[in-house]
């Protein structure tokens, strides 16, 4: 029984993925994608042919060939070794700052936006606040304050992630608080902290998801850009940011190399979740699909009566 009900469970999900595939297969390519960089990200260990902390001074800025396929930097590291751990630390910090903070951004979204009145007023005044600073500021004030470290940069970003999650879940439970059903648990005597959960919460997974795929991809630029700056994951452990960072604080002209490949990684994956975040909206956003519903029986109005009317001749 109990495998029965996982098959069902898992047959259901492809049905849902390849129904998604059919509407945006430029979505399904970047889910893939992702799903690729993630798995490299988790076998790093058996991925990467070297030690991407260990100094080679005889190879110092070898360009690609044979023994190192993506060259080295200037300590001798293999870059693709680098490329390789650098996607787990890189991802790990963008998805642990998204979690963390779209998941304080939902619950902020939907009290705000279903109890209302003041306590609705005094927080969107607070968002208003964080949203007044460029997220990239934001994150170098609160690092400054908190300190290095790969926490300190997931709670940083976490932070700026925080308003969007926060303003378009409270935009859904604004316009789900005035239907029937919610009126109608209101009537029997249901208490706010039963309708939340139960009602309101499950309208607003879709546009989580969405929300979640978005700030990715920012959170991934977030993460590069403070690398970058030198506020961000310290070294030597390798992320993407890192090494775009040391390599031009090390040399004023670096290797190509050395900029490339770590400038495609981030630029790969931040489209990719953007692409993917843009198909997830279209393909859930069951407003889209009536949009795009009518427009096509618009269109199909004039070419039926051009066929009724040649029908008859032709006969």
Same mark, same amino acid.
């Given at each position: 029984?109990?495998?029965?009900?996982?098959?069902?469970?898992?047959?259901?999900?492809?049905?849902?993925?390849?129904?998604?595939?059919r509407s945006?297969?430029?979505?399904?390519a970047?889910?893939?994608?992702?799903?690729?960089?993630?798995?490299?990200?988790?076998? $790093?260990d058996?991925?990467a042919?070297?030690d991407?902390?260990?100094?080679?001074?005889?190879?110092?800025?070898?360009?690609?060939?044979?023994?190192?396929?993506l060259?080295?930097?200037?300590?001798?590291?293999?870059?693709?070794?680098?490329?390789?751990?650098g996607?787990?630390i890189?991802?790990?910090?963008?998805?642990?700052s998204v979690?963390?903070?779209?998941?304080?951004?939902f619950?902020?979204?939907?009290?705000?936006?279903?109890?209302?009145?003041?306590?609705?007023?005094?927080?969107?005044?607070?968002?208003?606040?964080?949203?007044?600073?460029?997220a990239?500021?934001? $994150?170098?004030?609160?690092?400054?304050?908190l300190?290095?470290?790969?926490?300190?940069?997931?709670?940083?970003?976490?932070?700026t992630?925080?308003?969007?999650?926060?303003?378009?879940?409270r935009?859904?439970?604004?316009?789900?608080?005035e239907?029937?059903y919610?009126?109608?648990?209101?009537?029997?005597g249901?208490?706010?902290l039963?309708?939340?959960?139960?009602?309101v919460?499950?309208?607003?997974?879709?546009?989580?998801l969405?929300?979640?795929?978005?700030?990715?991809g920012?959170?991934?630029?977030?993460?590069?850009?403070?690398?970058f700056?030198?506020?961000?994951?310290p070294?030597p452990?390798?992320?993407?940011?890192?090494?775009l960072?040391?390599?031009?604080?090390?040399?004023?002209?670096?290797?190509?190399?050395?900029v490339?490949?770590?400038g495609?990684?981030?630029t790969?994956?931040?489209?990719?979740?953007?692409?993917?975040?843009d198909?997830?909206?279209?393909?859930l956003?069951p407003?889209?699909?009536?949009?795009?519903?009518?427009?096509?029986?618009?269109?199909?109005?004039?070419?039926?009566?051009?066929?009724?009317?040649?029908?008859?001749?032709?006969?």
């Amino acid at each position: 029984m109990a495998f029965s009900t996982r098959g069902s469970a898992i047959s259901s999900r492809l049905d849902g993925f390849r129904r998604f595939a059919r509407s945006s297969g430029l979505g399904a390519a970047c889910a893939i994608f992702l799903l690729l960089v993630a798995g490299v990200a988790v076998f $790093a260990d058996r991925l990467a042919p070297y030690d991407p902390l260990r100094a080679d001074y005889d190879a110092v800025r070898k360009p690609p060939g044979p023994q190192h396929w993506l060259g080295t930097d200037h300590l001798g590291r293999d870059t693709l070794s680098r490329l390789v751990y650098g996607a787990r630390i890189t991802l790990l910090v963008a998805l642990s700052s998204v979690l963390l903070g779209d998941s304080v951004g939902f619950l902020w979204g939907l009290s705000s936006g279903y109890l209302g009145r003041r306590f609705d007023l005094v927080s969107q005044r607070l968002v208003e606040v964080l949203l007044s600073f460029p997220a990239l500021i934001l $994150a170098i004030l609160l690092l400054t304050g908190l300190g290095a470290g790969v926490h300190t940069v997931v709670i940083a970003i976490a932070v700026t992630r925080v308003p969007l999650s926060t303003r378009v879940i409270r935009s859904v439970v604004l316009s789900i608080k005035e239907l029937a059903y919610i009126d109608a648990a209101r009537a029997i005597g249901a208490a706010p902290l039963r309708i939340m959960p139960h009602h309101v919460a499950p309208q607003c997974l879709s546009p989580l998801l969405v929300v979640v795929s978005l700030n990715l991809g920012a959170a991934i630029f977030a993460e590069s850009a403070l690398s970058f700056l030198g506020v961000g994951v310290p070294p030597p452990a390798p992320s993407w940011g890192n090494m775009l960072g040391g390599v031009l604080a090390e040399a004023f002209r670096p290797p190509w190399w050395l900029v490339v490949f770590p400038g495609v990684a981030i630029t790969l994956t931040i489209m990719a979740a953007n692409l993917l975040g843009d198909s997830l909206r279209d393909f859930l956003d069951p407003r889209l699909k009536g949009a795009l519903g009518g427009e096509l029986a618009r269109a199909r109005r004039p070419v039926g009566r051009l066929m009724r009317r040649v029908a008859p001749t032709a006969s």
